[in-house]
């Protein structure tokens, strides 16, 4: 039987650079600002900005499907890739939430990690795709079932 190969999604390494390009170009107008204020805020944003480049690069990639035998999903964090087979995943839907004067659909995924449920929620930033294309393939795959939440 031929198993099907693993699908990833992540944020695209063009945004990942853009971003870390913007937080070097905060570092040196942090450097550059005449007064301390300005730069104490500036060098602010420049250590939020490479910080989230740095945490995006840290969780590569961001969603893992396995599919085949002994299907499960593997979700980058901080502190390493996570493990959830289908008999830990609760429920896999689609939602939109209304950010900035326009609604952004997301995946959230309700998983039971050790003791606990834990709610993973994935948007366009963090899959470097549409959030519905993801939920096809799950759903493709037998990770979702398709619902009307």
Same mark, same amino acid.
């Given at each position: /039987? =031929? @198993?099907?190969?693993? &699908?990833?999604?992540?944020? +695209? &390494?063009? $945004?990942?650079?853009? !971003? ?6 905060? !570092? ?16 602010? *944003? ?18 893992? /499907? ?14 390493? +890739? ?18 900035? *004067? ?5 995946? @959230?995924?309700?998983?039971?990690? =050790?003791?606990? @449920? ?11 795709? =549409? ?8 759903? !493709? =795959? $037998?990770?979702?079932? &398709?619902?009307?939440?």
């Amino acid at each position: /039987m =031929n @198993e099907a190969q693993p &699908v990833s999604w992540s944020t +695209p &390494v063009a $945004g990942l650079f853009a !971003v870390a390009g913007g937080g070097l170009l905060l !570092v040196a107008a942090a450097i550059l600002a005449k007064d301390g204020p300005s730069r104490l805020l500036v060098g602010i *944003g420049a250590v939020a900005v490479l910080a989230m480049a740095a945490l995006a690069v840290r969780q590569r990639p961001r969603l893992t /499907m396995i599919p085949g035998s002994k299907p499960r999903l593997v979700v980058g964090t901080l502190t390493g +890739p996570k493990d959830y087979p289908l008999d830990r995943i609760d429920r896999i839907r689609m939602v939109s939430y209304r950010r900035i *004067g326009r609604k952004s659909a997301m995946l @959230e995924i309700d998983v039971r990690h =050790n003791d606990a @449920e834990r709610l993973l929620i994935f948007g366009r930033w963090d899959l470097g795709t =549409n959030p519905h294309d993801v939920y096809d393939a799950l759903v !493709v =795959n $037998g990770f979702a079932s &398709v619902t009307s939440d």
